[in-house]
């Protein structure tokens, strides 16, 4: 059974950073497709970053050149970090893991990004 656990969201100032980990239930972040998602209220989820199985990685338009999508398989943990947040960046954020066809997600984990 695949777990994901979400972790390292919480309250910062605008221009702050974060950095959320994804706990997997296994040596599996190198092996399969993974990636970040957020939904905000009242709109739909959507991508933040991924990272593939070979490494490359994917960012949506509006976190380019802020966020960074990495990856230890050692400690089993997927990470997201997250530079000069601002409040449009307030959203549950959650991981993601593809096997095949079938995806795996975590519980997610809130950002808030306000003064």
């Known amino acids: 059974q695949v777990q994901l656990a979400e972790s390292g969201g919480g309250l910062v100032q605008p221009g702050g950073s974060l950095r959320l980990s994804c706990v997997t239930s296994g040596s599996i972040v190198n092996i399969w497709p993974m990636g970040w998602f957020r939904q905000a209220p009242g709109k739909q989820r959507e991508l933040v970053a991924t990272?593939?199985?070979?490494?490359?990685?994917t960012y949506g338009d509006s976190v380019k050149g802020r966020f960074t999508i990495s990856r230890d398989n050692g400690k089993n943990t997927l990470y997201l970090q997250m530079n000069s947040l601002s409040p449009e960046d307030t959203a549950v954020y959650f991981c993601?893991?593809?096997?095949?066809?079938?995806?795996?997600w975590g519980q997610g984990t809130q950002v808030i990004v306000s003064s």
């Open positions: 990272i593939g199985s070979g490494g490359t990685t």
């Open positions: 993601r893991l593809t096997i095949g066809r079938t995806d795996y």
